[in-house]
């Protein structure tokens, strides 16, 4: 077998990455933040809710979290899962597990702003609402930048850990390719996918980075 019809087999497997990668980010960004305001919030329970939401995701292995998705359901409750339910099982571990790490770091993007210009926009009659979407968060997005950039690379490498619960993603379809040829080739092959998938999102991070170089 060639590395060009390798290539073609591991076509799917690739689909997959790439979807667990997208969808992972459209949804923990933006539950990142809801979880960053109720890490910050006065409310005594939703801070200390969300602080050991964090905690037990930044404290227990990625791959843990998703058997414990998958399995869960089944061994706690009872209920019996679909064959289907594999990928819906990752793509939650991924989502929940990465909106802790995005969490945090809007939180330590938020918490850097001087208490300065929140008075400023009070005396201007922002409310704070206003104050936060205007003034705030373009210049938290341009300082956390860089942190969420290394978390979006490491995310490209982490989709490969789908394979514990049986996902066909790419490493899953690599391995078992390789299996059936005995041959180095198909893991050659799935390292080049994650260095070109990683570069091409490193490109992209570092062309957003410069063209918010207007909140210097």
Excluded: C, H
Excluded at 3 to 18: A, H, K
Excluded at 74 to 84: A, L, M, Q, R
Excluded at 164 to 169: D, G, L
């Amino acid at each position: 077998m060639n590395f060009t019809t390798i290539l073609s087999s591991l076509t799917s497997g690739m689909g997959v990455s790439i979807y667990i990668f997208i969808i992972t980010l459209v949804f923990s960004l933006p539950l990142g933040l809801l979880v960053a305001f109720a890490r910050m919030s006065k409310n005594p329970v939703l801070s200390v809710f969300s602080k050991v939401y964090i905690s037990i995701m930044r404290g227990t292995p990625l791959m843990l979290q998703l058997m414990v998705v998958y399995f869960g359901p089944y061994y706690i409750f009872g209920i019996k899962v679909s064959n289907g339910y594999r990928l819906w099982a990752a793509l939650i571990g991924f989502i929940i597990n990465y909106a802790a790490y995005f969490a945090e770091i809007y939180r330590s993007g938020i918490q850097s702003m001087p208490i300065g210009q929140y008075e400023a926009a009070q005396l201007l009659g922002y409310s704070k609402f206003q104050t936060f979407r205007v003034i705030i968060l373009p210049q938290v997005i341009k300082r956390i930048l860089p942190s969420i950039a290394n978390e979006v690379i490491t995310l490209v490498k982490d989709t490969s850990l789908a394979f514990t619960i049986s996902v066909a993603e790419m490493f899953s379809t690599a391995k078992a390719l390789a299996s059936s040829t005995t041959s180095m080739m198909p893991f050659v092959a799935a390292a080049l996918f994650y260095y070109i998938f990683n570069f091409l999102v490193a490109a992209l991070m570092d062309y957003t980075e410069k063209k918010m170089d207007y909140y210097k």
